[in-house]
């Protein structure tokens, strides 16, 4: 009798409260207040902090159309209201709030009816508008700390109270479709899908303008609980079917929002019990485009715009809802991985690595390698063990078929590879910035006996000797040779005695300057005294292929060394174009300088200097023809062809490939190491298709001839 009466006061005491929210709210909810005890309902806050819900970033090629991958750490995108349905819309309001469109963000009469039964010891009911959801929702996100978001999401009284107050002054500031818009592009519709944009996308491929009757409801119907209603599990399936056919539907036809007929169409229609996966990352990326999007990421993750730890910048990527177009050229990414794949298998030791770098800028055109930009299974490895013995013994295992190491970048735990005489270019400009003309000749010997010192037990000293003796790869390669011929040929002995004319330490110092990274430890100490590192100008230092794309580009953008970069424009979510990532650009040598060498560079590519005679000088002598435009670039290889790179370039790309073993660099390769001039060939032809051709620009007579 005692809990009847009691029940019976409250009744009386929330009647009142009804009849004077109407006039009254705010007095009304004060007397709530009272029972809910802390401060008064006056005291309580009523402006909501701005906040941002995460979005996604969306990352394109270069075309702005193509879609690479998204980051989110929720898979949300806001939409305007005009683009949603007005299925969903009724929908959503038939589900949560019928009575959205008459109360003033709180439904006096719900939380009486509420109060009451859950007074009663009957099943829990709530009383919360939407309005009131999305208030919930808002203070979750704009939470500062955990405590925060605990106070916001917490089942209480002083959270139903404060949320009341602030749905009041909402209610003041905002129309009801601002509201709404705002609630279904915060609302969690499970498996991952936060907002409707992600909800139509997950559950039904398409977007929330095309939302069909039976789709809209049941996406409504699954706010209240996203885990129980999931439709992808039998007990969900069976709830949400029930839901939406017996409450949201119906509801819908009760507020006039459809027809009987529409709702009957509606029931028929089907409830998906699969979803879309929604890919994230780079692990996500299709087709050949991983290494790529690897790059990318790591670019963003070393940029100071998006925050000063590496936290806050992967939160920004995951999070800000930035458009970035990058500048990945889909057509020659494909083509490289095409030419690649022609020439070499994945499941093989040996790697092909491409990079292309556009001249003038530093886009990052291509990034292709023989390999699968993926996570092996450890509990289905694909990957052999390691053909490093050390690393075999510890059963590491390689990296192929499958990696997300950056082998063809650098970073982590690659510092690259030894390129070999691809580096004589770095000698050749040192040269010419000291005045040695391209027809400076060394009459030169198979074996030349240098002033750099070695250990004199080294395969390479000089006889009886500490003295280093370079030899180069055949008797042919002796007798008089200029820039434009030794460099056609590749001649070590002509370039050795050119680097003790112009001094190692110049030559490591144009290296840096065209942006030679050593990211090896070892190399970094000889680069920080490098006077008597002879060994330099033949290819001894380890580095990548967009390292060395990047240095020869320097050559065709007339001196100007380009930092690489991934970006061709990123937008933020507000439409503010933003300028990191646009390409950066110093003078690393002068014009006069950059084209000299790039005159000597045209012989080891079968194309003619301007100023000079190749003299049929060169050593990928099939590059020019094969490629149909003005060239310029050079082989090299190592000992043993441990590794063999080829480096191509026009006035518009330039493509540096390597072929080594990334897992045991210092294994001699028994295979063909011009399989790594196929694919750079091809790989550049296929780039330049249907474009024109642009000549270089010569030299002047004076670094040409001495004046």
């Known amino acids: 009798?005692?809990?009847?009466?009691?029940?019976?006061?409250?009744?009386?005491?929330?009647?009142?409260?009804?009849?004077?929210?109407?006039?009254?709210?705010?007095?009304?909810?004060?007397?709530?207040?009272?029972?809910?005890?802390?401060?008064?309902?006056?005291?309580?806050?009523?402006?909501?902090?701005?906040?941002?819900?995460?979005?996604?970033?969306?990352?394109?090629?270069?075309?702005?159309?193509?879609?690479?991958?998204?980051?989110?750490?929720?898979?949300?995108?806001?939409?305007?209201?005009?683009?949603?349905?007005?299925?969903?819309?009724?929908?959503?309001?038939?589900?949560?709030?019928?009575?959205?469109?008459?109360?003033?963000?709180?439904?006096?009469?719900?939380?009486?009816?509420?109060?009451?039964?859950?007074?009663?010891?009957?099943?829990?009911?709530?009383?919360?508008?939407?309005?009131?959801?999305?208030?919930?929702?808002?203070?979750?996100?704009?939470?500062?700390?955990?405590?925060?978001?605990?106070?916001?999401?917490?089942?209480?009284?002083?959270?139903?109270?404060?949320?009341?107050?602030?749905?009041?002054?909402?209610?003041?500031?905002?129309?009801?479709?601002?509201i709404l818009e705002r609630y279904l592009n915060i609302a969690p519709f499970g498996n991952q899908a936060y907002g409707v944009f992600a909800a139509s996308q997950i559950y039904f491929k398409k977007r929330p303008k095309d939302l069909t009757v039976g789709e809209a409801a049941m996406l409504a119907g699954m706010v209240k609980a996203p885990t129980s209603f999931n439709p992808t599990i039998a007990t969900g399936y069976t709830q949400i079917k029930e839901r939406r056919d017996n409450y949201v539907i119906p509801g819908m036809v009760t507020m006039g929002s459809i027809t009987q007929a529409q709702a009957a169409a509606a029931l028929k229609e089907p409830i998906p019990r699969q979803v879309t996966s929604i890919g994230n990352g780079c692990i996500a990326v299709a087709k050949s485009w991983g290494f790529f999007c690897d790059y990318f990421y790591r670019w963003w993750m070393g940029q100071e715009t998006f925050g000063a730890t590496a936290y806050d910048r992967e939160r920004q990527l995951k999070s800000g809802g930035y458009q970035v177009v990058t500048s990945l050229d889909i057509d020659a990414q494909n083509a490289a991985r095409k030419r690649i794949s022609e020439q070499i298998s994945d499941n093989t030791r040996n790697a092909i690595l491409l990079a292309g770098?556009?001249?003038?800028?530093?886009?990052?055109?291509?990034?292709?390698?023989?390999?699968?930009?993926?996570?092996?299974?450890?509990?289905?490895?694909?990957?052999?063990?390691?053909?490093?013995?050390?690393?075999?013994?510890?059963?590491?295992?390689?990296?192929?078929?499958?990696?997300?190491?950056?082998?063809?970048?650098?970073?982590?735990?690659?510092?690259?590879?030894?390129?070999?005489?691809?580096?004589?270019?770095?000698?050749?400009?040192?040269?010419?910035?000291?005045?040695?003309?391209?027809?400076?000749?060394?009459?030169?010997?198979?074996?030349?006996?240098?002033?750099?010192?070695?250990?004199?037990?080294?395969p390479s000293a000089c006889a009886g000797t500490s003295d280093w003796c370079p030899k180069n790869a055949g008797a042919k390669e002796a007798g008089p040779y200029n820039m434009w011929t030794g460099f056609g040929m590749s001649v070590n002995t002509y370039f050795v005695p050119l680097e003790e004319q112009v001094g190692a330490d110049k030559v490591v110092a144009v290296a840096k300057r065209f942006g030679v990274q050593f990211r090896n430890s070892q190399d970094a100490t000889y680069a920080k005294s490098a006077a008597t590192w002879g060994a330099f100008t033949l290819g001894v230092s380890a580095s990548t292929p967009l390292d060395m794309a990047d240095a020869y580009a320097?050559?065709?953008?007339?001196?100007?060394?380009?930092?690489?970069?991934?970006?061709?424009?990123?937008?933020?979510?507000?439409?503010?174009?933003?300028?990191?990532?646009?390409?950066a650009c110093t003078k690393a040598t002068t014009p006069d300088v950059a084209r000299a060498a790039l005159d000597a560079?045209?012989?080891?590519?079968?194309?003619?200097?301007?100023?000079?005679?190749?003299?049929?000088?060169?050593?990928?002598?099939?590059?020019?023809?094969?490629?149909?435009?003005?060239?310029?670039?050079?082989?090299?290889?190592?000992?043993?062809?441990?590794?063999?790179?080829?480096?191509?370039?026009?006035?518009?790309?330039?493509?540096?490939?390597?072929?080594?073993?990334?897992?045991?660099?210092?294994?001699?390769?028994?295979?063909n190491h011009y399989q790594v001039n196929g694919a750079v060939i091809a790989t550049l032809a296929d780039a330049l298709k249907g474009k024109p051709k642009v000549q270089f620009k010569p030299p002047t007579n004076t670094l040409a001839y001495g004046g």
């Open 357 to 458: 770098v556009e001249p003038g800028t530093g886009r990052v055109r291509l990034l292709a390698a023989n390999r699968k930009y993926k996570l092996d299974d450890p509990a289905h490895p694909q990957n052999p063990l390691s053909p490093n013995p050390a690393l075999r013994k510890q059963k590491i295992r390689a990296s192929y078929p499958n990696t997300t190491n950056p082998l063809i970048t650098g970073g982590g735990d690659i510092d690259g590879y030894q390129a070999g005489s691809v580096f004589k270019m770095f000698t050749m400009v040192a040269a010419l910035e000291a005045g040695v003309p391209l027809n400076h000749t060394i009459n030169t010997q198979v074996q030349y006996h240098s002033h750099y010192p070695v250990e004199a037990d080294s």
């Open 601 to 671: 560079a045209r012989c080891p590519v079968g194309d003619a200097a301007q100023t000079g005679d190749c003299h049929g000088n060169a050593t990928a002598p099939a590059a020019h023809g094969q490629i149909g435009h003005p060239v310029y670039g050079k082989t090299g290889t190592t000992d043993a062809n441990k590794t063999s790179s080829l480096i191509v370039g026009t006035t518009s790309l330039v493509i540096a490939g390597y072929m080594a073993d990334p897992d045991y660099q210092n294994h001699p390769d028994p295979t």
């Open 554 to 583: 320097t050559l065709a953008g007339d001196g100007m060394y380009c930092t690489p970069t991934p970006i061709q424009q990123i937008t933020s979510a507000d439409g503010t174009k933003l300028d990191v990532g646009k390409p």
């Open 1 to 178: 009798m005692r809990k009847n009466a009691t029940s019976l006061l409250i009744c009386g005491l929330l009647g009142g409260l009804v009849v004077a929210a109407a006039a009254f709210p705010a007095a009304a909810i004060s007397g709530l207040t009272a029972k809910a005890g802390g401060d008064s309902f006056d005291s309580l806050p009523s402006e909501l902090k701005d906040y941002s819900s995460p979005q996604i970033t969306r990352v394109y090629a270069s075309d702005g159309k193509t879609l690479i991958t998204q980051f989110y750490d929720e898979f949300r995108s806001d939409v305007p209201l005009k683009d949603i349905s007005t299925n969903m819309r009724a929908a959503i309001v038939a589900a949560e709030d019928r009575n959205f469109y008459k109360h003033h963000g709180v439904d006096f009469k719900g939380v009486a009816r509420a109060f009451v039964n859950n007074s009663g010891g009957n099943a829990q009911q709530g009383a919360s508008t939407l309005t009131m959801q999305y208030v919930r929702m808002s203070l979750a996100y704009s939470a500062t700390n955990p405590q925060e978001i605990v106070d916001a999401t917490k089942d209480t009284p002083k959270r139903k109270i404060t949320e009341m107050k602030y749905a009041l002054q909402v209610e003041k500031e905002l129309t009801k479709d601002q």
